[in-house]
């Protein structure tokens, strides 16, 4: 398993520099990120993703993200803090998709909807879902294959309190398999669920460990 590295990274919206990163690189581990909204890390989270252009260069061991995009998007997955679906596509269509992107081993997608109970309404267009069931189908998608990696910005927001504890256990079990995860929260949560073992601040462009 590889780390997740950046060099010389930079994002900017126009003229606003809004992140500055000159050498980071994630251990395999569980890392929390915090920081206040609009901080800036659902923006590293889209570029650590592959959905957002940046400046410098982000990598997976010596896989490169803007060489190799396809390497490196099969081996690190991610759900975003508020995920917006085709509204005339079914979670099952998206779970299908993504299951032949990802190379998921056979029976990993029944497993993981039965896990999160969203079975229940897969079927159904994802137009007619709750801020919460799209939340859980966006977390199933990201646990579909081998990833190495997954990012999941605000996981356990819109999930209800048994959601919420699924979702910390699918953590766990992944990461004592091998699979390295980065969070973030704006708010401090109850972290003998997930069980940090690095922790972040996004402040003023930066991103600082804590002690």
């Known amino acids: 398993m590889s ?13 606003q520099l809004i992140l500055e990163i000159p050498e980071l690189t994630f251990e395999r581990g569980i890392h ?4 206040r909204n609009g901080s800036g890390k659902s923006t590293l989270f889209n570029c650590l993703a592959g959905l957002s252009p ?3 260069e982000i990598s997976l061991g010596e896989i490169n993200l803007k060489k190799s995009p396809q390497a490196y998007k099969l081996k690190v997955n991610y759900s975003q803090s508020e995920p917006l679906f085709p509204e005339f596509l079914s979670g099952n269509d998206l779970i299908n998709f993504f299951a032949k992107l990802k190379k998921a081993p056979a029976g990993q997608s029944k497993f ?3 896990q999160l109970s969203v079975d229940a309404y897969a079927d159904q267009p994802c137009g007619t879902y709750s801020s919460g069931m799209t939340k859980k189908l966006s977390i199933v998608l990201a646990f579909l294959g081998e990833p190495e990696w997954i990012i999941l910005d605000e996981p356990l927001i819109t999930l209800d309190v048994e959601a919420q504890q699924l979702v910390s256990k699918m953590i766990v079990e992944s990461r004592e398999k091998g699979v390295s995860f980065l969070f973030s929260t704006h708010q401090d949560f109850d972290n003998s669920l997930i069980k940090a073992s690095h922790t972040y601040k996004v402040e003023n462009r930066l991103l600082t460990p804590e002690s």
């Open 54 to 56: 940046y400046q410098g």
């Open 32 to 35: 929390w990120i915090k920081g």
């Open 112 to 114: 993981l909807i039965q």
């Open 3 to 15: 780390m997740l590295s950046l060099h010389n990274f930079q994002k900017s919206f126009g003229k």
